[in-house]
């Protein structure tokens, strides 16, 4: 082994030609030391001083030559302490998840990068526009760790894998991962979702079924591209994260693992200065925002005065906002338990129940928790079917959590962050028990993306942008063109307009009042007419029903319904398919 003055830049280790760079920050005045280790041995085999002078700046730095990386790892001791590196690559140590031996100061030891290079066989970030993206929330542990998700790598990179044909069967083509990097999940709780300090750029072993986590992760980012799906990562910066870490993490994933977005949290990291970054130049940056899921779970369940901010959050790009829209988030109850639950039931996280959100605008359709009465499942279940059409039928890119498709509960519990267990798993045995469920979910997703009406490139703006006579976008209420102004209205009607010779007008109606009400139908041309395609009750019709000599119709309360402008039984021979 030959040890040469390093280069400052990058930071970590880098592979320069046969030689391996080291370089890391280190506070003027401390002395530092480059330890290396045999892999999987916790006593240091060398070590080498990384002189002050012989930095740059707060930069020591060292290269070293014939080092053979597939048998080494590394660490630095700074004034003493055993100091594993921040923009280490990959980690050794933490193979087990949760694993509770002692922890030796060596235990845990940066990886070094391998000559090898993954076989990317030309795949690249897809790049959807955003307006076709429908995505899916997941946890990758949670996703598939149940016992009834019936893959065999569970809990995994590649568990994910396996159910790729289920997601894409679902009409999803992109995935929202929470944390995938290095975090310390031992505590004296688990910590389960992975939110805070950790090794940004090491994918977690224990999410890999082989440990190498580093390729695992590319394989599932190549498979998914091969089904059409992105992969975008959550990434929680905290507080204490330096801005030079977030853009040179981001930067690495775009180049290292082609992935196509990240989620942020905007009170950590400038989006807006690193959406100007060339190399992020393309890539999804989105942050998390609640206006879309307070204001449609407000309206969900009936509050009154909602109308103006429904309308609104209705016209809403992602383009724009920089955030999906969700009705459900893994911060907040799922789909299920916001229609079963008044209040949080967080007791077993072990905090008197006082963590996790206060105010869910959740109801519980008139009883706490699971119920038999017949009434009050018919009702949960109208209800999940509004949320996930108020979803669907909205302009921004929606996202769903991971099992809300199939109602998923994790028992009044909204914050399942050190839940690892069937609490915070996906259970998938609900599949089976709510395909009726599942199938409208896919159907109304097939019904968004079959109507590019509902997810429109360009911004609406309540003028007549296709020369029809008739506003891209117009709202309604009992009477058409106008909707009620007062207080206690609860009810909306949104005039979709399309181009005449490219896409037929959508009218959806949303009665969130408890009472039915009568909709007036917007006049069309003598050519046309109305056909109902989905109601609540109903789902998705077989056969689209031809409205036509009826100026109005009675919507049930508590349900939405869907119409579609075709040819009128005047002018048709036969029955035109919607």
């Not at 592979?15 to 080291?22: D, I, S, V």
Request: charged content about 25%; overall charge neutral; hydrophobic content about 35%.
């Amino acid at each position: 082994m030959k040890v040469v003055q390093g280069a400052p830049l990058p930071l970590g280790v880098s592979r320069q030609k046969e030689a391996l760079n080291f370089a890391v920050e280190v506070k003027e005045g401390k002395q530092c030391t480059l330890l290396l280790y045999k892999c999987g041995e916790n006593v240091p085999m060398e070590k080498i001083p990384m002189k002050e002078e012989a930095g740059t700046g707060t930069v020591r730095c060292v290269m070293l030559s014939d080092l053979p990386a597939q048998a080494c790892e590394y660490n630095y001791e700074i004034d003493g302490k055993i100091v594993t590196d921040s923009y280490a690559k990959g980690i050794a140590g933490r193979e087990r998840w949760n694993d509770q031996a002692d922890f030796t100061p060596h235990q845990v030891r940066g990886k070094l990068p391998q000559k090898e290079e993954y076989p990317w066989e030309d795949d690249c970030p897809l790049r959807i526009p955003e307006e076709d993206v429908i995505a899916y929330s997941l946890h990758v542990r949670g996703f598939t760790r149940h016992s009834s998700s019936k893959v065999k790598k569970k809990g995994t990179f590649r568990g994910v894998m396996e159910k790729l044909p289920y997601l894409k069967e679902l009409g999803i083509n992109q995935i929202q991962c929470m944390p995938v990097y290095e975090f310390e999940e031992r505590g004296r709780k688990v910590n389960y979702w992975g939110y805070g300090e950790g090794f940004f750029f090491a994918p977690k072993a224990s999410y890999a079924s082989d440990h190498d986590a580093q390729k695992e992760l590319k394989e599932l980012v190549k498979t998914c591209h091969r089904e059409g799906i992105e992969v975008v990562l959550d990434f929680p910066f905290t507080a204490q994260t330096r801005f030079q870490i977030v853009e040179d993490c981001l930067r690495y994933y775009v180049m290292e693992y082609h992935i196509d977005g990240f989620l942020l949290n905007p009170y950590q990291v400038p989006v807006e200065f690193l959406r100007r970054d060339p190399v992020l130049s393309g890539t999804k940056l989105l942050i998390k925002d609640e206006s879309f899921q307070n204001t449609m779970r407000r309206f969900l369940k009936g509050d009154e005065g909602m109308i103006a901010s429904v309308a609104e959050q209705f016209r809403r790009k992602t383009s724009v906002s920089g955030s999906c829209n969700y009705i459900t988030n893994h911060t907040g109850f799922t789909l299920e338990d916001l229609v079963s639950y008044d209040a949080k039931h967080n007791e077993a996280n072990g905090e008197q129940n006082q963590d996790g959100p206060d105010y869910n605008y959740s109801w519980n359709c008139g009883v706490e928790g699971k119920t038999r009465k017949k009434q009050i499942v018919k009702l949960r279940q109208g209800q999940k079917r509004n949320a996930m059409f108020l979803l669907m039928t909205a302009q921004g890119t929606p996202c769903l959590l991971a099992g809300d498709e199939f109602g998923n509960s994790q028992g009044g519990n909204n914050n399942v962050y050190c839940q690892d267990n069937e609490t915070g798993w996906v259970d998938w045995s609900r599949l089976e028990r709510e395909k009726s469920f599942f199938h409208y979910v896919k159907e109304l997703i097939a019904f968004r993306k079959k109507h590019g009406i509902l997810h429109q490139k360009e911004a609406l703006t309540g003028t007549d942008r296709s020369g029809s006579g008739i506003p891209d976008i117009s709202y309604h209420g009992e009477a058409a063109w106008q909707i009620q102004q007062e207080a206690s209205s609860r009810q909306l009607g949104i005039l979709y307009s399309g181009s005449p010779k490219k896409e037929s007008n959508c009218f959806l109606l949303y009665n969130m009042h408890w009472i039915a009400h009568s909709f007036a139908l917007p006049a069309l041309p003598k050519d046309q007419a109305w056909y109902q395609v989905m109601s609540t009750e109903e789902g998705f019709y077989e056969q689209p029903l031809l409205i036509e000599g009826k100026r109005s119709i009675i919507l049930e309360g508590r349900s939405v319904a869907a119409f579609v402008a075709g040819m009128s039984q005047e002018t048709m021979r036969g029955t035109r398919s919607i």
